[in-house]
């Protein structure tokens, strides 16, 4: 075997390691009703019942349901915050003007959190699908439009300038020289943007009468079935690190051209 | 018909009473004051001078980045009030797009006039054929060293069949055997195209070896203190910097140089002042 494949069966089986350890912890804390002063496992539910409750539910006729109702939401939500996010991102990147005018609102809005736009998102919006829309949009929309505003900043100037010389007018450079200037950085944002999108599902599910991850955890909570929440909260972990891989994924491929550096060590 | 026959008649350029200030509020300063010079069309000229002196100021103007703050400046006679593509501009560094693969780099001046796909890229690969990289048409522009990056920007300036060919240090940051086998390769293409070509550089061997005439710069604000016509024959080869007229020349470049008070000043751009190192503005 070459050195290289080595080196990653070794960190390979390290993260493994470390997984299977915090599992390890775990069980022997919740079997244990571990009591360390200032947090407790006493009642916290074991792996195993989590197991338990998850089989239980991949097993029920609800599961499909509850996955496709919040994967549409969450994509409906990033979605629309993608295309208005980059939009925006670039025109504030490119003009004072855009900046001045559409800044300053978007910089007070940014540190609301998003269970605070429930009773506003329920009073605006005419349906409860289009509020809970609207709450994971929210959830993506900072990261996409800060990173987008970020990445149109850093494109070199000698670069436009260069472009103009050769006769580029304000459109092709937009889309010749700005956008793929700005893609890395987007790329990031986007990445970012559906963590917390998926980040929002339980709040904007809150509003939801039936169906939905974000639900589902938060009847469990409600009705105090402790292991259930637990399956709740690794499902929409799960789906919102695959779905952010993938989005770094299809935009590495979008990007051949920028490699970042590897990390040493 | 060859590429040289396309190319139109070389550009003529008036100057007259130039002075550019850059920089804003109480920090602005004149870059370049009270210039006037004239350049007849097909003439290679090296203006030639310290750091900061604000010859590159002088190059930004010419190719519409920057604006006069009082003369004239015309090219052919026509005032310059922007970027145009009949006025190619090769900077220092490379400003190859890395999105592009080298062909289309050198072929996006052709995109931009709205040329068809098949036309542009066969032309480009002509064009890189004249600056000896036809093989590397695919790369990308991280793929290539920084010679090659420059033949890749000549090119792509070149494909646009400029009036006028501005360089701005161009070679400065290359090691001295690639720059005198860049210095070749451009009086090469010199010799084959009708262009007026002005150069900017602090390298006086440079200077005498490549121009026509050189123009000598005085410190900030950057006045011409000497204008000196070369009459070496061409095609020139690297013998010549050797050569007794030619070490004559260069002692009397050095001196005037010399003659100059030595501040150092921060180098300027074609694009103005340089850019501080900005923060991004938001914590991400």
Redesign the interface.
Known sequence: MSRLSVDLGRRWSLRLASLLLCLGFWQVAARMHLDLGLVTFRNVPSPVEVVQAAWALFNSHALPRHLLSSLGRVASGYLAAALVAVALGLAIGRSKWAEDLLLPPLEVLRPIPAVAWIPLAILMFPSSELSMIFITFTGALF?IL??T??GV??V????I?????????RL?ILR??VL??A?PSIVTGLSIGMGTSWFCLVTAEMISGQWGIGYYTWEAYTLQNYADIIVGMLLIGVLGMASSGLVKRLGTRL?P??RPQEKHG | MSIAERFSTAGRIAIDGLSIHLGSGPDAFEAVQALSFDVTPGEFVCILGPSGCGKSTLLGALAGHLTPSSGSLQVDGQPVLGPSPSRGMVFQQHTLLPWRRVLDNVAFGLKMQGIGKAERQRQAREFLGWVGLEDFAGHWPSQLSGGMLQRVEIARVLINRPKLLLMDEPFGALDAQTRSQMQELLLEIWGRIQTTVVFVTHDIDEALFLADRILVMSPRPGRFIEDLRLDFPRPRQPELLTSAEFVRLKRHCLELLRHQDGRQLPRLTPLGLPLENTQPRFAL
């Open positions: 990261p800060l990173n505003v970020h900043e850093s070199d100037r000698r670069l300038a260069s472009a103009r010389s050769l006769g580029a007018g092709a010749e020289v793929p200037g893609a990007t051209w920028y």
